[in-house]
Every structure is written in structure tokens, then in C-alpha cells.
């Protein structure tokens, strides 16, 4: 079971910054996503996501970090991206699939799902 959290304006540019150390700089993501693990075993997510609106379904695929990612029991990953304010604000689902195929949904009003 995935548990999805969805931060939009987040300070992701100073958090790259930490993370890296280095000087990495993300000044256009504006979104965070943060996928904990609640199960008993690893899921492994690919790098992308749907929206789903008021004008239909939108498919995510600019998510950072690229590429499918491992989240192992009780451990948080985080993606990040450029969201477009207005495709936001008209959006009322995020959802996440795992390569067994499987589709984790979360209402923008916070309430997690797995479908």
C-alpha cells in the first residue's frame, strides 16, 4: 500500500540544494510528491503519473528522479516536477502505478487509495 502526498509550491529549489550539496539547482519544480511504502514488501514506481480533471486525464512524464524507483517497506521517496498552475487548480486525482500493475490514487483533498 502506497500512501501519496502532493505539496504544490514547495521549496524544492533549496531542498535540491541540500540534497545534493553540489549546487544542483531546479528553479522551474514546483510540485513535490511524496510516496511512503506501507507495505510488507518493496514496490518498484515508474517515473510517471496521471492527472485526472475536469478536462480529462493527463499523463505526468517529466517527474524527477527518472526511471523506476524501488520504495522498500516504511521508506519515503520523493518526485518532483513543473506544474502548470492551471492544470492544478482544475485537477481532483493524482495517480501512481507500480510495475505489477497496480494504480495508488490520491484525491487532491489528501485521502489515499489504492485502486
Not at 20 to 36: P, S, Y
Not at 72 to 80: C, I, L, S
Amino acid at each position: 500500500m502506497l500512501e501519496i502526498s502532493a505539496i504544490m509550491n514547495s521549496a524544492v529549489e533549496e531542498i535540491f540544494a541540500f540534497k545534493t550539496c553540489c549546487g544542483a539547482r531546479a528553479f522551474d519544480q514546483n510540485l513535490e510528491i511524496l510516496i511512503k511504502n506501507r507495505g510488507i514488501r518493496a514496490v518498484t514506481v515508474p517515473s510517471y503519473c496521471d492527472i485526472h480533471g475536469s478536462q480529462g486525464t493527463r499523463r505526468i512524464t517529466t517527474l524527477m528522479p527518472n526511471g523506476d524507483q524501488q520504495i522498500r517497506p516504511g521508506e519515503v521517496k520523493a518526485f518532483y516536477c513543473m506544474m502548470e498552475e492551471v492544470l492544478w487548480k482544475e485537477a481532483r486525482e493524482l495517480v501512481f502505478y507500480d510495475r505489477d500493475a497496480n494504480a495508488y490514487r490520491v484525491r487532491l483533498d489528501g485521502s489515499a487509495q489504492h485502486a
